[in-house]
């Protein structure tokens, strides 16, 4: 018999037919339930065992994580909140895992025990629902973009730029670090990395997305970037995935625009296809609220907070303007911030999170932040001062969008990258799309595993990639 995922079983499986399912049992109870899963759904299908007629071994072998077939009929369930149920009438044990070695029980794991264990983690519910929530936003970017005549470009992951000029870039060495080819001077001679040139993994897609911008209108290129973080912090990893559309003939205004309409179809579309983590989400992220001190309780539950998020218009201020609101918030006057606020600073999460959950209560989006505090390719405001870039912020998270208007004069871009030290030999192709028939055109960045983090309603961002590459976690 041909298997039946479970996930279509429960779904549409008719009470009477034979059906085949294979997975993993989570548990196996009073000799005669078998919550069995196959990660197809975060439901367990219950198939029910007549242990009199059962061989004692065999029912012994039934443990947590073993791999079974079930060959069974369909039938009403007896139990609550499931329509249907199997009446076990073969079972074949696919591979055993012996309980007194295997290390996840179905009781509750810490997530940070769960880290440990990024090999067997997916079997359990919270993890599985995350990779599904997961999956379903990344189907959803691809759409999103594809509807709207986008085109999917895959940009460089060995690149030669930095995009952000933060220094946080991984070399990429072909030769042997014990011994690496010196210059006259005695220095390891990086530029002997690459064949001859030095690069790095990717920070950014940006720089080349701006290419097909400036060639075929709308782009969005999805893909692995990296950053030698030394940060620790629940928002950062080594290894993440950036959506960014890069757009010609888009103004701040329309970047803006795109930006939210994107993360509205985002949460509606991973709302449609994955209801049921949603619900478990949502009464986990509900648990966890609880143990938190009041102040720092969300308002909403998880659920609650997507369609509130999804249905109200983001704030939109100018970073001049969330200055003066930080100036004049409660957590300032009783120096309760960490890090001083002033004019010029680069904000921080604690300040971006207090513009959200405290004063807006509601998604924000941060314009025209000082030019000192932002990248070379941003466009300059005529004050001087500033350049029109934006970040969407969120609760829980702070920034999970950064983006501008990309500065479109050549000779503005030249003297920009002058003063800030950017090498034009490396991006002399970068200026000349400004020499060559130069247009307005704007992007943006979005962090996947920001938004996983929002949508699932999850603390930390090693929670919801499947290999987390941080400091102190690259076992895998
Ligand atoms: P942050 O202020 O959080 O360090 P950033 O301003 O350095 O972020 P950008 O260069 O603006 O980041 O990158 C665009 C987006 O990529 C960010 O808004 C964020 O969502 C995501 N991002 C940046 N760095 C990381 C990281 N180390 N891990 C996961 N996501 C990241
Ligand atoms: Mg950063
Ligand atoms: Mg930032
Ligand atoms: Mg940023």
């Given at each position: 018999m041909k298997r039946i995922k479970i996930k279509d079983l429960l779904a549409h499986g008719e009470v009477g037919a034979k059906v085949t399912v294979k997975g993993w049992i989570r548990t196996f109870r009073s000799n005669r339930f078998i919550a069995l899963n196959d990660g197809s759904t975060i439901n367990n299908l219950q198939a029910v065992v007549d242990f009199e007629n059962t061989d004692e071994d065999l029912l012994k072998r039934l443990t947590t994580s073993a791999a079974v077939a079930i060959d069974g009929e369909v039938v009403e369930s007896q139990g609550k909140g499931q329509s249907i149920e199997i009446v076990v009438e073969k079972i074949e044990i696919l591979g055993d895992a012996d309980p007194d070695e295997y290390p996840l029980q179905p009781k509750r794991h810490s997530l940070e025990f769960l880290r440990e264990k990024a090999h067997l983690r997916p079997r359990t519910q919270v993890m599985s629902a995350v990779y599904r929530v997961r999956n379903a936003l990344a189907y959803g970017i691809h759409k999103f973009f594809n509807e709207k005549g986008f085109l999917y470009m895959h940009t460089p992951i060995i690149t030669g730029s930095d995009a952000e000029g933060a220094g946080e870039m991984f070399r990429v060495t072909n030769f042997d670090p014990l011994n690496p080819p010196k210059t006259e001077d005695g220095e390891v001679d990086y530029k002997e990395d690459f064949f001859g040139k030095a690069v790095n993994l990717s920070v950014s897609g940006q720089l080349e997305a701006e290419v097909g911008a400036m060639s075929m209108g709308e782009v969005y290129t999805f893909g692995p970037t990296f950053?030698?973080?030394?940060?620790?912090?629940?928002?950062?990893?080594?290894?993440?995935?950036?959506?960014?559309?890069?757009?010609?003939?888009?103004?701040?205004?329309?970047?803006?625009?795109?930006?939210?309409?994107?993360?509205?179809?985002?949460?509606?579309?991973?709302?449609?296809?994955?209801?049921?983590?949603?619900?478990?989400?949502?009464?986990?992220?509900?648990?966890?609220?609880?143990?938190?001190?009041?102040?720092?309780?969300?308002?909403?539950?998880?659920?609650?907070?997507?369609?509130?998020?999804?249905?109200?218009?983001?704030?939109?201020?100018?970073?001049?303007?969330?200055?003066?609101?930080?100036?004049?918030?409660?957590?300032?006057?009783?120096?309760?911030?960490?890090?001083?606020?002033?004019?010029?600073?680069?904000?921080?999460?604690?300040?971006?999170?207090?513009?959200?959950?405290?004063?807006?209560?509601?998604?924000?989006?941060?314009?025209?932040?000082?030019?000192?505090?932002?990248?070379?390719?941003?466009?300059?405001?005529?004050?001087?001062?500033?350049?029109?870039?934006?970040?969407?912020?969120?609760?829980?998270?702070?920034?999970?969008?950064?983006?501008?208007?990309?500065?479109?004069?050549?000779?503005?871009?030249?003297?920009?990258?002058?003063?800030?030290?950017?090498?034009?030999?490396?991006?002399?192709?970068?200026?000349?799309?400004?020499?060559?028939?130069?247009?307005?055109?704007?992007?943006?960045?979005?962090?996947?595993?920001?938004?996983?983090?929002?949508?699932?309603?999850?603390?930390?961002?090693?929670?919801?990639?499947?290999?987390?590459?941080?400091?102190?976690?690259?076992?895998?």
């Amino acid at each position: 018999m041909k298997r039946i995922k479970i996930k279509d079983l429960l779904a549409h499986g008719e009470v009477g037919a034979k059906v085949t399912v294979k997975g993993w049992i989570r548990t196996f109870r009073s000799n005669r339930f078998i919550a069995l899963n196959d990660g197809s759904t975060i439901n367990n299908l219950q198939a029910v065992v007549d242990f009199e007629n059962t061989d004692e071994d065999l029912l012994k072998r039934l443990t947590t994580s073993a791999a079974v077939a079930i060959d069974g009929e369909v039938v009403e369930s007896q139990g609550k909140g499931q329509s249907i149920e199997i009446v076990v009438e073969k079972i074949e044990i696919l591979g055993d895992a012996d309980p007194d070695e295997y290390p996840l029980q179905p009781k509750r794991h810490s997530l940070e025990f769960l880290r440990e264990k990024a090999h067997l983690r997916p079997r359990t519910q919270v993890m599985s629902a995350v990779y599904r929530v997961r999956n379903a936003l990344a189907y959803g970017i691809h759409k999103f973009f594809n509807e709207k005549g986008f085109l999917y470009m895959h940009t460089p992951i060995i690149t030669g730029s930095d995009a952000e000029g933060a220094g946080e870039m991984f070399r990429v060495t072909n030769f042997d670090p014990l011994n690496p080819p010196k210059t006259e001077d005695g220095e390891v001679d990086y530029k002997e990395d690459f064949f001859g040139k030095a690069v790095n993994l990717s920070v950014s897609g940006q720089l080349e997305a701006e290419v097909g911008a400036m060639s075929m209108g709308e782009v969005y290129t999805f893909g692995p970037t990296f950053r030698a973080e030394n940060s620790n912090t629940s928002r950062h990893l080594a290894e993440f995935w950036m959506i960014e559309p890069e757009m010609a003939f888009y103004d701040l205004d329309d970047n803006m625009d795109l930006a939210e309409e994107m993360i509205k179809y985002l949460i509606d579309f991973a709302m449609e296809q994955c209801p049921d983590d949603l619900k478990f989400l949502d009464q986990r992220y509900a648990q966890e609220q609880k143990g938190k001190p009041q102040n720092e309780r969300s308002d909403l539950g998880l659920l609650e907070r997507l369609d509130f998020v999804s249905k109200n218009d983001f704030e939109r201020l100018t970073y001049t303007e969330a200055i003066e609101v930080l100036k004049r918030s409660k957590p300032f006057k009783k120096g309760k911030f960490k890090y001083p606020v002033d004019w010029g600073i680069d904000l921080q999460s604690e300040h971006e999170r207090y513009l959200v959950e405290k004063e807006y209560k509601k998604p924000v989006i941060l314009t025209d932040y000082p030019k000192d505090i932002k990248s070379f390719y941003m466009k300059q405001n005529d004050d001087g001062k500033t350049v029109r870039a934006m970040d969407v912020l969120f609760p829980g998270i702070g920034e999970i969008i950064g983006g501008s208007q990309r500065e479109e004069s050549y000779d503005k871009l030249l003297t920009r990258m002058n003063e800030m030290g950017v090498p034009q030999e490396e991006l002399w192709w970068y200026l000349e799309l400004r020499k060559f028939g130069t247009a307005p055109h704007s992007g943006f960045g979005l962090g996947f595993e920001r938004i996983v983090l929002f949508v699932t309603g999850m603390g930390n961002i090693r929670d919801v990639i499947p290999f987390p590459r941080a400091p102190k976690s690259a076992e895998f």
